[in-house]
């Protein structure tokens, strides 16, 4: 089984800074099936990133994903006032399966 | 509007059943696979279960299965979750998503529906 850790847990940072979000699988994954979402509080999730670099429908430029093999890195250049939430990277794999990694939360400093 | 709108949850006795359901608008329902993702109280997401667009692929994660089934009805636009003999680390948020055609991400999510298991 195929395990996806974030890091850090936690990522304090001001509004304007850059902010950078790791998401490590403990064996490579398919960059194709490599998702992030963004999670408000009393929120759904909401889709950010598919296939590792794409941004979804109505995504601000702001959010960029890179990456491969088993590491993937969501960026947000310059972190708005509504950009302070939950992220969870997600990957499709065979079985098939979907699984979430535990979640990066950014907050303000 | 695309949209998803759960419901059915509440209270259930440990070894009870309880049907989740999911009505979806907005864009055609039987182009698309769908799934159940859960959330417990201040913990992150989990997977529980996928229907392909014409019911020929159905999984399940290994937590839930053999006890929950995932239907759907293409005619009525809407996803169901049967949950048979829940227990109480099932109490969650569950949500149900559109998943991406290509990416098989989940682009679109509902509001969610609570399940608490408890006697």
């Known amino acids: 089984e195929i395990v996806l850790t974030q890091s850090p847990g936690t990522l304090s940072l001001s509004p304007g800074e850059r902010a950078t979000l790791s998401c490590r699988a403990s064996?490579?994954?398919?960059?194709?099936?490599l998702a992030w979402y963004q999670q408000k509080p009393g929120q759904a999730p909401r889709l950010l990133i598919y296939g590792a670099s794409n941004r979804a429908t109505g995504i601000p430029d702001r959010f960029s994903g890179s990456g491969s093999g088993t590491d993937f890195t969501l960026t947000i250049s310059r972190l708005e006032p509504e950009d302070f939430a939950v992220y969870y990277c997600?990957?499709?794999?065979?079985?098939?399966?979907?699984?979430f990694g535990q979640g990066t939360k950014v907050e303000i400093k | 509007e695309v949209q998803l709108v759960e419901s059915g949850g509440g209270l259930v006795k440990p070894g009870g059943s309880l049907r989740l359901s999911c009505a979806a608008s907005?864009?055609?329902?039987?182009?698309?696979?769908m799934s159940w993702v859960r959330q417990a109280p201040g913990k992150g997401l989990e997977w529980v279960s996928f229907?392909?667009?014409?019911?020929?692929?159905?999984y399940y994660a290994d937590s839930v299965k053999g006890r929950f089934t995932i239907s759907r009805d293409n005619a009525k636009s809407s996803l169901y979750l049967q949950m048979n003999s829940p227990r109480a680390e099932d109490t969650a948020l569950y949500y149900c998503a559109r998943v991406h055609y290509r990416a098989y991400a989940f682009d679109i999510w509902g509001q969610g529906t609570m399940v608490t298991v408890s006697s």
């Open positions: 907005g864009f055609t329902f039987s182009s698309y696979g």
């Open positions: 229907i392909s667009e014409s019911r020929t692929y159905i």
């Open positions: 997600q990957r499709y794999g065979s079985s098939p399966t979907w699984t």
């Open positions: 064996q490579s994954v398919s960059s194709s099936y």
